[in-house]
């Protein structure tokens, strides 16, 4: 009878979200103080929205891209890129709204790439965004000349450090796309589609989906995604730096995605417990910046936390627990 | 900028950098190959160009070699500029160790070789010197001045440290503790990795803020490179606080950056890595070749302080036209 509500009522990864949130209350107080400052909410909880919201961005398109049996290694060279991109055009002088388009469009060439290598070439996932990976970063560098591009244009700036309603502008604009990504794949076939793919490509192109198209698309949206994570970082530290913006990030991001239950094997997925997984990971973060531990412990005590919530994930200590029972090879449409 | 104006800076800057004196009358014509890592960042960018300026003020004629860092493209240039007949080789290089065989081939050719900004496990007498700065002194002096500053006050500080277990941070970590150490007004509260990126520091500094009572009980920031202290100083600008009054910020390396961060009045000093590597080594190279002088097996650059009465708009101008 209680593993039904617990079923119901709760999900892993929402439990490990509480769980980690409760572990940073207990090692520091004031986590959950919230205050009200120059018109904005300040304090630890509104860090992780803040600082989480980049990965978050990447995880939705990342989500996408492992439903189809892939992955994207190649989204944190991206966000260089396009950070890059729409620091320099800035700091020539264009416009805000030219410049962020011009890094989006960069983003969206980068997926297309991407997309073109998997599904036209079949090069395999990870081997194709291998590619870029290591490209993308070089790219970066050459458009910022191994500087820093540094930057005071207010609109930019806006978009990484200001806020709406009092939130941080970057957690505002990771929720509206998950929100549209959600919307755009459950309340069409798209979703559907996606997981067809990752469970059997053959037999989903021979019942009559066109698999190719659908692959590049979600390889765009992957780009995508990180040409927007690639802005806010930017304009978050007002300048372009290429060789770090986004460093290690697509491995947080696939991380996240794991985390929120979407298997590497593709099929069933979830993006809005993959935006769960990223806010996993950046409370571990924020908790451990707040709890002051020593920096040498730092990836130890979130090494420890990631096995601990990937074990209650695991089918078989799911069982033993009683928490849940995961059919997870079963593509269930809603 | 435009062109001549670059090269009117370039060209003061070089002649005022140098003492150009001595090593003019030697080294002029000399053929001078010279391994860089790559550009992965301002300072090395920086390094490059102000090595390029210095052999043009010397009548040096400087053949360049980007490694892309990677050692088996360094080798490849060392061996390359043996087989040109060089006359003497600067090596910046991208690691410690696997540089035996190599230097014992330029030795051979009797072509002295001088490192750069790094040094290599290889037996002393393959290479002429090397040219590094003191990452302990650097923290010294940052902490020296932090000392000097707060005076019997006392200063709660929040150390943001560069990327853990590496040399830059284990230096400069124990050189500023060794500066504060016996005074007992000022004390490190909180010390976390930044990783030495400006992403990094910013977050890092938000968390200390929340931790410390809303920035309140923080003193002073101290940050192992300045890319980290500009992130702090957004952070604690968000914060509602001021940079440089309600909390002071001092930091190594000096990019441009963080000079126009004192022009605003954001940050309180800077410790300069300098670029000038090549300055120093020209200057040994040149009495080498004059009278067989052997410098000493390490020379140390001058770790300077900048402070907002620098002339920190004149600085940022100089270094920015340097590439950094």
Same mark, same amino acid.
């Not at chain 1, 957690?171 to 990752?198: C, D, P, S, Y």
């Not at chain 1, 995508?224 to 697509?250: Q, Y």
């Not at chain 1, 979130?302 to 919530?309: D, F, P, R």
């Given at each position: 009878?209680?593993?039904?509500?617990?079923?119901? $009522?709760?999900?892993?990864?929402?439990?490990?979200?509480?769980?980690?949130?409760?572990?940073?209350?207990?090692?520091?107080?004031?986590?959950?103080?919230?205050?009200?400052?120059? #018109?904005?909410?300040?304090?630890?909880? /509104?860090?992780?929205?803040?600082?989480? +919201?980049?990965?978050?961005?990447?995880?939705?398109?990342?989500?996408?891209?492992?439903?189809?049996?892939?992955?994207?290694?190649?989204?944190?060279?991206?966000?260089?890129?396009?950070?890059?991109?729409? +620091?320099? &055009?800035?700091?020539?002088?264009?416009?805000?709204?030219?410049?962020?388009?011009? +890094? !989006?469009?960069?983003?969206?060439?980068?997926?297309?790439?991407?997309?073109?290598?998997?599904?036209?070439?079949?090069?395999?996932?990870?081997?194709?965004?291998?590619?870029? &990976?290591? *490209?993308?970063?070089?790219?970066?560098?050459?458009?910022?000349?191994?500087?820093?591009?540094?930057?005071?244009?207010?609109?930019?700036?806006?978009?990484?450090?200001?806020?709406?309603?009092?939130?941080?502008?970057?957690?505002?604009?990771?929720?509206?796309?998950?929100? $549209?990504?959600?919307?755009?794949?459950?309340?069409?076939?798209?979703?559907?589609?996606?997981?067809?793919?990752?469970?059997?490509?053959?037999?989903?192109?021979?019942?009559? /989906?066109?698999?190719?198209?659908?692959?590049?698309?979600?390889?765009?949206?992957?780009?995508?995604? *990180?040409?927007?994570?690639?802005?806010?970082?930017?304009?978050?530290?007002?300048?372009?730096?290429?060789?770090?913006?986004?460093?290690?990030?697509?491995?947080?991001?696939?991380?996240?995605?794991?985390?929120? #239950?979407?298997?590497?094997?593709? %099929?069933?997925?979830?993006?809005?417990?993959?935006?769960?997984?990223?806010?996993?990971?950046?409370?571990?973060?924020? #908790?451990?910046?707040?709890?002051?531990?020593?920096?040498?412990?730092?990836?130890?005590?979130?090494?420890? &936390?990631?096995?601990?919530?990937?074990?209650?994930?695991?089918?078989?200590?799911?069982?033993?627990?009683?928490?849940?029972?995961?059919?997870?090879?079963?593509?269930?449409?809603? | 900028?435009?062109?001549?104006?670059?090269?009117?800076?370039?060209?003061?800057? *070089?002649?005022?950098?140098?003492?150009?004196?001595? +090593?003019?009358?030697?080294?002029?014509? $000399?053929?001078?190959?010279?391994?860089?890592?790559?550009?992965?960042?301002?300072?090395?960018?920086?390094?490059?160009?102000?090595?390029?300026?210095?052999?043009?003020?010397?009548?040096?004629? !400087?053949?360049?070699?980007?490694?892309?860092?990677?050692?088996?493209?360094?080798?490849?240039?060392?061996?390359?500029?043996?087989?040109? %007949?060089?006359?003497?080789?600067?090596?910046?290089?991208?690691?410690?160790?696997?540089?035996?065989?190599? $230097?014992?081939?330029?030795?051979?050719?009797?072509?002295?070789?001088?490192?750069?900004?790094?040094?290599?496990?290889?037996?002393?007498?393959?290479?002429?010197?090397?040219?590094?700065?003191?990452?302990?002194?650097?923290?010294?002096?940052?902490?020296?001045?932090?000392?000097?500053?707060?005076?019997?006050?006392?200063?709660?500080?929040?150390?943001?440290?560069?990327?853990?277990?590496?040399?830059?941070?284990?230096?400069?970590?124990?050189?500023?503790?060794?500066?504060?150490?016996?005074?007992?007004?000022?004390?490190?509260?909180?010390?976390?990795?930044?990783?030495?990126?400006?992403?990094? %520091?910013?977050?890092? &500094?938000?968390?200390? /803020?929340?931790?410390?009572? %809303?920035?309140?009980?923080?003193?002073?920031?101290?940050?192992?490179?300045?890319?980290?202290?500009?992130?702090?100083?957004?952070?604690?600008?968000?914060?509602?606080?001021?940079?440089?009054?309600?909390?002071?910020?001092?930091?190594?390396?000096?990019?441009?950056?963080?000079?126009?961060?004192?022009?605003?009045?954001?940050?309180?000093?800077?410790?300069?890595?300098?670029?000038?590597?090549?300055?120093?080594?020209?200057?040994?190279?040149?009495?080498?070749?004059?009278?067989?002088?052997?410098?000493?097996?390490?020379?140390?650059?001058?770790?300077?302080?900048?402070?907002?009465?620098?002339?920190?708009?004149?600085?940022?101008?100089?270094?920015?036209?340097?590439?950094?």
């Amino acid at each position: 009878m209680k593993r039904l509500q617990l079923e119901r $009522l709760a999900n892993p990864q929402l439990l490990a979200l509480v769980a980690v949130l409760l572990i940073n209350w207990l090692l520091f107080p004031n986590f959950f103080r919230i205050t009200w400052q120059d #018109g904005r909410l300040f304090g630890s909880v /509104i860090d992780v929205l803040n600082r989480g +919201a980049p990965v978050a961005i990447l995880a939705v398109g990342m989500t996408a891209v492992i439903a189809t049996k892939g992955v994207d290694l190649s989204v944190g060279a991206i966000m260089a890129v396009c950070g890059a991109v729409a +620091a320099t &055009m800035v700091v020539a002088g264009y416009p805000t709204p030219v410049a962020v388009l011009a +890094a !989006l469009c960069v983003g969206l060439v980068c997926g297309l790439w991407n997309g073109f290598l998997v599904a036209v070439l079949d090069i395999q996932p990870i081997v194709a965004t291998l590619v870029l &990976m290591v *490209a993308g970063r070089g790219i970066a560098q050459l458009i910022t000349e191994g500087s820093i591009v540094t930057f005071n244009e207010p609109s930019l700036i806006f978009i990484g450090t200001g806020s709406f309603l009092g939130f941080p502008m970057a957690a505002v604009i990771a929720v509206v796309l998950m929100i $549209l990504v959600t919307l755009l794949v459950r309340r069409t076939a798209i979703g559907l589609f996606i997981q067809a793919i990752g469970v059997n490509r053959a037999a989903a192109s021979l019942a009559g /989906i066109h698999s190719r198209m659908l692959l590049v698309l979600v390889y765009a949206l992957s780009g995508f995604c *990180a040409a927007i994570a690639g802005v806010i970082v930017a304009a978050d530290i007002r300048g372009a730096d290429a060789n770090n913006s986004g460093l290690w990030l697509e491995l947080d991001a696939i991380l996240a995605v794991v985390i929120g #239950g979407t298997s590497l094997l593709g %099929g069933k997925f979830s993006i809005p417990l993959a935006v769960v997984g990223a806010l996993i990971i950046q409370a571990m973060n924020t #908790g451990i910046l707040v709890s002051g531990f020593r920096p040498e412990f730092n990836l130890i005590v979130k090494a420890g &936390m990631i096995i601990l919530i990937l074990m209650l994930q695991s089918p078989l200590v799911g069982t033993a627990l009683g928490f849940f029972k995961r059919d997870s090879r079963q593509a269930t449409p809603k | 900028m435009n062109i001549i104006s670059k090269l009117a800076i370039a060209a003061s800057l *070089a002649t005022a950098l140098t003492s150009v004196t001595i +090593a003019q009358d030697n080294l002029q014509g $000399l053929v001078v190959g010279f391994s860089q890592i790559g550009s992965e960042s301002g300072w090395r960018a920086a390094e490059t160009s102000v090595t390029k300026q210095q052999a043009e003020a010397l009548g040096v004629d !400087l053949k360049f070699a980007d490694a892309q860092q990677k050692q088996e493209n360094q080798i490849k240039a060392i061996r390359g500029f043996i087989a040109q %007949g060089v006359d003497a080789i600067l090596v910046a290089p991208v690691v410690a160790t696997g540089w035996d065989d190599v $230097l014992a081939e330029a030795k051979e050719a009797e072509i002295p070789v001088l490192l750069l900004d790094r040094g290599v496990d290889a037996p002393e007498d393959l290479y002429l010197t090397m040219v590094a700065s003191d990452q302990v002194l650097e923290g010294r002096v940052a902490g020296d001045w932090l000392v000097a500053d707060v005076g019997d006050a006392d200063c709660k500080v929040v150390e943001l440290q560069g990327t853990v277990g590496s040399t830059p941070a284990i230096n400069r970590k124990q050189g500023f503790e060794e500066a504060i150490a016996g005074h007992d007004n000022i004390s490190i509260i909180r010390s976390q990795t930044g990783d030495f990126t400006r992403a990094k %520091g910013k977050e890092v &500094m938000e968390g200390f /803020i929340k931790a410390e009572n %809303g920035g309140a009980d923080i003193c002073a920031v101290y940050a192992h490179n300045d890319d980290m202290a500009v992130g702090a100083i957004q952070a604690i600008k968000d914060a509602g606080l001021k940079p440089g009054t309600d909390i002071k910020v001092v930091s190594i390396d000096g990019v441009p950056d963080i000079f126009s961060a004192m022009v605003a009045g954001e940050a309180n000093a800077t410790v300069e890595l300098t670029p000038n590597m090549a300055g120093p080594a020209f200057e040994a190279l040149a009495a080498y070749l004059k009278d067989g002088t052997v410098p000493p097996k390490t020379i140390i650059t001058e770790s300077k302080l900048y402070t907002p009465a620098d002339d920190p708009q004149g600085e940022y101008d100089t270094r920015k036209s340097l590439g950094y």
